[in-house]
């Protein structure tokens, strides 16, 4: 539209354009007005869709309904289903079935929470060489046989489940999306405006530039947020279900370890939509006490007297290689 602009404008005669410009001129006020309503419906759009979750007491923009969420989970879930054809783990393989029981430990242990039992959950497990493991809105879970090798054990599995499931309870999908979309509408007068103002090349290097800005300033910090807030409920998830929650601190203090003999991509958090291996362990370690006196107060046996966390942080960098070669992830 920026640029239908600018080729209409070119195409007026000088006398033409004066006239426009005054007939702007004699409107400015009607005109700034305008843009000042436009701004006002939607704050009052946003601040008419705030709602406080109600596990983190977090206030939210949400515009989109449980009922959307299936409708959306159904159709990425499809998507995705079709990405992987090739790749799908049969529900009879040994990986699977080891899945499927952590999951149903967790929901078991969480089933006073409405939103657990409201989820229709799902579990597909592929055979990709990715480290992966993810979540689909509606409850859709998606795991990759290869991070099994760099899990050492059921309660490192239950963390990085429960995170994903941290994700589907808190909405996190459809909170992005509602985020989006107002971004969306935000920008969409001063693109238009940069387009209708200037050449094409100088008004695409603006706005990617533009762009760039917006992602590193603000969406990619706002993910990251995300992603740390679901690692605390996930926490919580795991605890109620009776796991060594301090194996969390483990297995991001081995893909921390991992990260830094360069056997997983270098991280660049300032660019990244997750927070680093180092951040997560650390930010973990802090909530330890917290979740493992929510851990004793859910009735659960207690705790081995041997911290998986002393026994990591106590090998060498020499030990812990070869530690990695015994366990196959070198």
């Known amino acids: 539209m920026g640029r239908g602009i600018k080729k209409w404008w070119t195409r ?24 000042g309503l436009y701004g006002l419906i939607l704050f009052i759009y946003y601040v008419t869709h705030l709602e406080t979750d109600p596990l983190t007491k977090r206030s939210r923009f949400l515009i989109f309904n449980k009922e959307q969420e299936k409708q959306l989970g159904q159709m990425v879930l499809e998507i995705h289903l079709k990405a992987h054809k090739k790749d799908l783990v049969p529900k009879t393989h040994p990986a699977y079935k080891r899945l499927l029981r952590v999951i149903e430990k967790i929901l078991v242990a969480n089933k006073d929470l409405k939103s657990i039992r409201d989820t229709e959950w799902t579990l597909t497990v592929i055979n990709t060489p990715l480290s992966n493991s993810y979540i689909l809105p509606g409850g859709n879970i998606f795991v990759s046989l290869d991070i099994l090798k760099i899990i050492e054990n059921d309660d490192q599995l239950a963390i990085v489940l429960a995170h994903e499931m941290a994700h589907s309870l808190l909405l996190h999908s459809l909170e992005s999306l509602s985020d989006q979309l107002l971004w969306d509408f935000l ?19 603006i706005h990617m530039i533009g762009e760039r800005i917006i992602n590193i300033m603000y969406n990619l910090p706002y993910s990251r947020v995300l992603e740390n807030e679901a690692d605390e409920v996930g926490l919580k998830l795991a605890a109620k279900a009776c796991i060594d929650i301090r194996e969390a601190v483990v297995f991001w203090a081995t893909m921390r370890t991992l990260t830094e003999m360069h056997l997983l991509p270098p991280e660049l958090p300032w660019i990244s939509s997750h927070p680093s291996h180092g951040d997560r362990e650390k930010k973990l370690n802090e909530e330890m006490t917290t979740a493992i006196e929510l851990r004793k107060d859910s009735g659960c046996p207690i705790l081995p007297a041997v911290d998986p966390r002393n026994k990591f942080y106590e090998r060498s960098a020499k030990e812990q290689e070869i530690y990695f070669k015994q366990r196959g992830i070198i």
């Open 12 to 35: 007026k005669s000088e006398k033409e354009k004066e006239e426009y410009k005054q007939w702007v001129k004699d409107r400015s006020n009607i005109i700034l007005g305008c843009f």
């Open 187 to 205: 920008i969409a007068v001063p693109i238009l405006l940069v387009w209708a103002l200037f050449p094409d090349v100088t008004a695409f290097i």
